[in-house]
């Protein structure tokens, strides 16, 4: 199924039972031609999405090291006082049982350092020693000394993202599968003020250009996508992906909505006339098609993503460890095919155009361009729902892990094959977002 029948695997169903999302742009027009800042078009991301990524992908995620995802709700929001709970009971979450959790991943790889910990240095090494979800069972006393000291180390700097700390008493796991991203009620001040506020104050806009849209824009006055064609590549490659995050977000609430409740009993499904809204050019003044473009592009970056970590996993000392040898063998073999795959991909975005420019302003402008999208990281726990903000985090953080990757190209290129390296490492926290934001 093409991409965006893909993200509406519930089948958006036209009234005369053709499928509207069906790369469609909402008024059963297809959605097709080249991606603007790439050599890509819309109908060979769809073929190659349909019969290579998605069905593996989707059979990934449901394996056990994928689909448990430790997560603290309860962080305040940093930018303005909490505006309250939302009290309808679709945005709740439920956490997942302790008895529930796999041993590998409810230790936290604890049996693989089992050094004696005689005063509160070591024992704080080997806290963070057991945060490395994905490594191996079986390791020399030597690697493991070496992956104490690769947890010491402050990768603050590389951090697209800021990350939950896995260790607080209010981080808890949550079982993907159980607690599915929907439309759960969750609207009105409370959400618009959070994508305001990533848009207005993180996408490197002026207070002077208006987003589409929007009720306030003056009737005169520079238009936005002339603004936008002026900024530099990495400033527009950042307004398309958080416009991409936002259209696969509302692409899911509209895939699974709450239609009806009737004694008590919920009825979830497609709703065409809410998609319709979000994204009909009609409907949307033209916005619609380009919210769906810049889903296309987000997808690009994130594959293209998984296509330079391949290395990382590729080496023996990587597992993706659950205390199930025989899944996480599967799994593994699983992950390394999609990477395979994505290899294979001939149209990949060239992130290599990207801070290309003089050594010292393609420094500060990659460094503008992680701070803010690490503040938007911050901004997802001020969503008043707490399903919507499990699934903002977990999407947001999957991305940002793909910019990491995508630019630690060299230190990929150069890990040891049977030790850990203090120029790359990911979580598997970061592992499990990336996977599952690029599975969105």
């Excluded at 069906?22 to 080249?34: C, M, P, Y």
């Excluded at 618009?192 to 005169?220: D, G, H």
């Excluded at 990659?366 to 911050?378: A, Q, Y």
Aim: hydrophobic share 35%.
């Amino acid at each position: 199924m093409p991409l965006l029948r893909a993200g509406l695997r519930a089948g958006l169903r036209s009234p005369h039972g053709g499928a509207a999302g069906h790369r469609r742009d909402g008024t059963g027009g297809e959605l097709t031609g080249v991606l603007d800042d790439c050599l890509c078009d819309i109908e060979s991301i769809d073929d190659f999405n349909t019969f290579k990524i998605f069905p593996k992908i989707q059979k990934l995620q449901e394996r056990d090291y994928f689909r448990y995802y430790k997560v603290n709700l309860k962080r305040p929001c940093p930018f303005w006082a909490d505006d309250g709970h939302c009290s309808i009971k679709d945005c709740h979450v439920e956490p997942c049982p302790e008895s529930k959790i796999p041993v590998g991943i409810k230790a936290g790889s604890s049996n693989k350092y089992s050094k004696a910990a005689n005063n509160s240095k070591e024992l704080e090494d080997c806290e963070q020693a057991n945060k490395l979800g994905a490594v191996n069972s079986t390791l020399s006393n030597q690697s493991k000394e070496a992956f104490i000291d690769w947890a010491r180390y402050d990768d603050s700097q590389d951090h697209f993202c800021e990350l939950d700390d896995e260790r607080s008493p209010d981080a808890q796991y949550v079982d993907l599968l159980l607690n599915p991203e929907r439309y759960t009620g969750y609207k009105g001040p409370s959400a618009w003020r959070v994508w305001n506020s990533i848009y207005e104050e993180n996408c490197f806009k002026p207070r002077s250009v208006y987003r589409p849209l929007n009720p306030l824009a003056p009737s005169r006055g520079e238009s936005f996508y002339t603004w936008l064609e002026g900024l530099c590549l990495e400033k527009r490659v950042f307004y398309k992906l958080i416009s991409g995050l936002h259209a696969s977000i509302n692409l899911h609430l509209c895939a699974n909505y709450l239609l009806e409740e009737t004694w008590g009993k919920p009825r979830w499904g497609p709703n065409v006339k809410e998609f319709t809204r979000r994204f009909d050019p009609a409907e949307t003044k033209g916005e619609g098609p380009r919210r769906l473009k810049n889903l296309y592009f987000l997808y690009l970056i994130e594959l293209r993503a998984l296509s330079k970590v391949a290395p990382y996993f590729e080496r023996a000392v990587v597992d993706l460890y659950t205390g199930n040898g025989h899944e996480d063998a599967e799994s593994k073999a699983l992950l390394l095919d999609i990477f395979r795959d994505t290899k294979s991909f001939h149209m990949h975005f060239d992130e290599k155009s990207m801070f290309a420019g003089d050594k010292k302003g393609a420094k500060s402008l990659k460094e503008e361009f992680r701070l803010h999208f690490k503040n938007i990281s911050r901004i997802m726990d001020c969503v008043g729902c707490d399903k919507c903000r499990l699934w903002g985090k977990l999407q947001t953080q999957g991305l940002g892990t793909a910019l990491k990757i995508l630019f630690s190209e060299k230190e990929i290129q150069s890990l040891p094959e049977n030790s850990p390296s203090k120029g790359f490492q990911l979580t598997r926290q970061e592992i499990v977002a990336l996977v599952n934001a690029f599975g969105r």
